[in-house]
C-alpha cells in the first residue's frame, strides 16, 4: 500500500507562488503516475495535473496551464507542484494522487476521492486578492 503526505501549502497573496511537495511512502510504487487534485468549498473534486512515471509526460488542467508546473524526484519518491500567478480562484485544498495511469486518474475527478489507487490527507492553499 502506498502512503502519500502533502506539504508546502498556505496563504499567499495573489500573483505570488508556492511549491507543494507528496512525498511516497510504503509499498514500491514503479511505473505509477503522480498527480495532484484540488477541492474547495462547495465544488467537486478537479484534477490540476499529473506526471508519469519517468516524468516525460505531464498533463495539465486548462485553468493551470502556463502557471503551475509538475515534476518528480524519483530516488525521494516525491512530487512537486511549482504553482505561480496565484489567483484567488486557486483557493482550494490540494490533494496527491498515485494511480496507474494519466488517463485513469484524470476520471478520479468528481468521485471525492472514493477512486484512485492512493490519496493523501491534503493540504490548504489559500490565495487572498
Known amino acids: 500500500q502506498v502512503q502519500l503526505a502533502e506539504s508546502g501549502g498556505g496563504l499567499v497573496q495573489a500573483g505570488g507562488s508556492l511549491r507543494l511537495s507528496c512525498a511516497a511512502s510504503g509499498d514500491t510504487f514503479v511505473g505509477y503516475v503522480m498527480g495532484w487534485f484540488r477541492q474547495a468549498p462547495g465544488k467537486e473534486r478537479e484534477f490540476v495535473a499529473a506526471?508519469?512515471?519517468?516524468?516525460?509526460?505531464?498533463d495539465y488542467a486548462d485553468s493551470v496551464k502556463g502557471r503551475f508546473t509538475i515534476t518528480r524526484d524519483k530516488a525521494q519518491n516525491t512530487v512537486y507542484l511549482q504553482m505561480a500567478s496565484l489567483k484567488p480562484d486557486d483557493t482550494a485544498v490540494y490533494y496527491c494522487n498515485a494511480d496507474y495511469s494519466i488517463a485513469t486518474m484524470k476520471r478520479n475527478e468528481g468521485h471525492g476521492g472514493k477512486r484512485g489507487l492512493a490519496w493523501g490527507q491534503g493540504t490548504q492553499v489559500t490565495v487572498s486578492s
Open positions: 506526471v508519469s512515471w519517468s516524468g516525460g509526460d505531464t
